[in-house]
């Protein structure tokens, strides 16, 4: 029987939740990649899953303030997605949370669609904060952006990035690290989603960047160790953040999250091979039979 | 020179700090990164100024142009500065991302730029960025030809919307314009008319290409000298005119003869209004240490070179430029 595929058009408030309740939300998110992989006919499969936890926090969970309706409101937290492959999470999660319809979920990648490959700041589309794509980049880019609210506008402003692991190999993001520690901007919080999995292999392999935490430490960071797939650990861990800024403690937080790549699909997990891979139709199916 | 004369010497890296001093008064939202070189650069005139705009990024040109991204996604106009080598090569992908295609306010200063760098040598002396710079869709790239025009160039980047990049030198040049003199982006500038052959020039190179106008003069030969000081976007109908009405082109510009201004005006003339064009530049070779003066000889970027190459370039055009004569310039260029 051929797979048809249909976006429901559910949307999710941003509040505080209990850990159990972002299951459901994550599980609709994990669907959502796989059929909109499926269509697009490439993309990346295993990171989008391995991330799908922490964005249903991030963005569900009352830690980001923003406002679907009004995406450039002034005073909203922003989110930079550094691993700008990561992007299929994204889109689903801002049209999860009301930014624009779940039928555009339809036409990632596609002509004329405003789901670029990567997230391309021309498209317009409410929610994306800059293009991203070329690793590395998107975290510098948050740092300024954590330097002029910080230093010029002086608001209360939070700001996010994430990066992969593999994209540490940039040496850029630790000049990125650098600056952020040097300008003591305890309103960045760079989320780091350490699946250990890059296109060629396993990233302790391919380049090592082992140890991750102490490197933060030594630049200066606030350094919080999760299992991204913990929704417990996960809300500790931005509540940590949201303290680190209030409290204006003078260091960026930097939260390496231990994750898997390909979770909730069985034959994604912690397999590398599923970092730009899309699932054809027999895969997809099982995909979503197991993402029930 | 009827109208325009020897107003003394300043680097046009003067004119750059000036302006952005100029720029913060106007504008609360100008911010400036240093990249560590902020005195040679002249981004220390805007540090003093208003110290509370202007952040530290260190040796890291990279992150500096990304970081004035974020800045720019912020609302505001964020400058770097730092020598051209690396202002337009060591950042060519953050450029590229996350200010061409991200199209913001980014305005980056390229300064020490040519080979009149002098003493430091090939390393920095950045001979290419005009061709990469130029290609960038929505980016404005500036060229300007003395302190003053810098001064005016810097103001006017400030106050255009999106990516721009504005390229300078470090050696005292000759000033030449005055306040009333033009200066628009988009627009060359006719300093001289004449309509036996257009020398078009940017940067120290206007000078040079206004002292070979002059002689020429003396072998009755009437020379047009076009400042094209805005590369992106270029004054097509400026370049056109000259065209037509000169049949034949010279190019002067302190830059490889690849894919800089001379590319631009081939580019532009091929397209509308072919004629010979003899190209004044670098000619695929990397610089040396030496004084500003001794390379412009060695390298041949004086006025010199321009006169031969308008003589050329009107021969070309009287005997029919698709003869063999092409074909030995090919020779030419091998050296």
């Given amino acids: ?292 | 020179m009827s109208e325009i004369k020897l107003l003394g010497k300043k680097p046009t890296r003067h004119g750059f700090g000036e302006g952005l001093v100029m720029l913060g008064e106007r504008y609360d939202n100008v911010i400036v990164l240093g990249g560590d070189i902020t005195g040679s650069v002249m981004t220390s005139y805007f540090k003093e100024r208003f110290p509370e705009r202007f952040f530290s990024i260190g040796v890291a040109e990279q992150n500096a142009t990304t970081i004035a991204a974020g800045f720019a996604l912020s609302g505001k106009i964020a400058f770097f500065a730092s020598y051209s080598a690396f202002s337009a090569f060591r950042n060519a992908d953050q450029l590229r991302i996350s200010v061409a295609y991200n199209d913001i306010n980014v305005k980056i200063g390229g300064g020490h730029a040519g080979i009149t760098v002098g003493p430091d040598g090939a390393t920095h002396q950045a001979l290419e960025e005009i061709a990469f710079v130029r290609t960038l869709p929505n980016m404005t790239l500036v060229v300007p030809c003395d302190y003053l025009e810098a001064k005016k160039a810097t103001i006017a980047i400030g106050e255009k919307f999106g990516p721009c990049f504005i390229r300078f030198g470090r050696s005292a040049v000759p000033m030449f314009t005055t306040d009333e003199t033009p200066f628009e982006i988009g627009k060359a500038n006719e300093l001289r008319d004449g309509k036996d052959v257009a020398i078009v020039a940017c940067g120290l190179m206007v000078w040079e290409a206004l002292l070979a106008a002059e002689e020429l003069s003396k072998k009755g030969i009437n020379a047009r000298v076009i400042n094209n000081s805005s590369i992106k976007p270029i004054d097509v109908e400026t370049l056109v005119n000259a065209a037509r009405d000169c049949g034949c082109i010279v190019t002067a510009e302190e830059h490889q003869v690849h894919g800089g201004l001379g590319g631009a005006v081939a580019e532009v003339t091929a397209k509308n209004y072919p004629v010979p064009i003899e190209f004044v530049g670098v000619r695929d070779k990397f610089g040396c240490s030496g004084e500003p003066e001794e390379l412009m000889v060695k390298f041949g970027l004086t006025w010199k070179e321009i006169y031969a190459s308008a003589l050329k370039a009107i021969e070309r055009r009287d005997k029919g430029f698709r003869g063999l004569r092409q074909v030995k310039d090919v020779e030419d260029y091998k050296e």
């Fill in chain 1, 1 to 292: 029987m051929a797979l048809e595929i249909t976006f429901s058009d559910k949307t999710f408030e941003n509040k505080k939740r209990n850990p159990e309740e972002f299951s459901e939300i994550a599980l609709e998110i994990r669907r959502d990649i796989i059929k909109s992989l499926y269509l697009a006919k490439s993309g990346h499969s295993g990171g989008t899953l391995g991330t799908s936890d922490i964005f249903s926090v991030l963005f569900f969970g009352g830690v980001m303030k923003y406002n679907p309706n009004d995406p450039e409101w002034k005073e909203r937290d922003r989110f930079v997605l550094s691993a700008g492959h990561l992007c299929p999470v994204l889109y689903s999660t801002l049209a999860r949370a009301g930014y624009f319809s779940t039928e555009e979920l339809y036409r990632l990648r596609k002509y004329g669609s405003r789901l670029q490959g990567h997230p391309g700041y021309d498209m317009k589309l409410p929610g994306i904060e800059s293009s991203t794509g070329s690793l590395g980049q998107g975290v510098s880019i948050a740092v300024g952006m954590a330097m002029s609210d910080k230093l010029v506008d002086k608001n209360n402003r939070k700001i996010f990035a994430l990066t992969g692991d593999g994209e540490i190999e940039e040496g850029t993001v630790w000049e990125a690290a650098m600056a952020a520690a040097n300008y003591k901007l305890d309103n960045f919080c760079w989320i780091l989603d350490n699946n250990d999995c890059q296109i060629d292999g396993r990233v302790r392999d391919v380049m090592s960047i082992y140890p991750i935490a102490q490197k933060f430490e030594a630049f200066g960071f606030d350094v919080i160790n999760i299992d991204g797939h913990n929704y417990s650990e996960i809300i500790k861990a931005f509540e940590k953040f949201k303290s680190n800024h209030e409290s204006k403690i003078g260091k960026p937080t930097a939260i390496i999250a231990r994750t898997i790549m390909g979770k909730g699909v069985s034959f994604m997990e912690d397999n590398y091979i599923w970092h730009g891979n899309p699932p054809n139709e027999e895969q997809a199916k099982i995909a979503l039979h197991d993402l029930k």
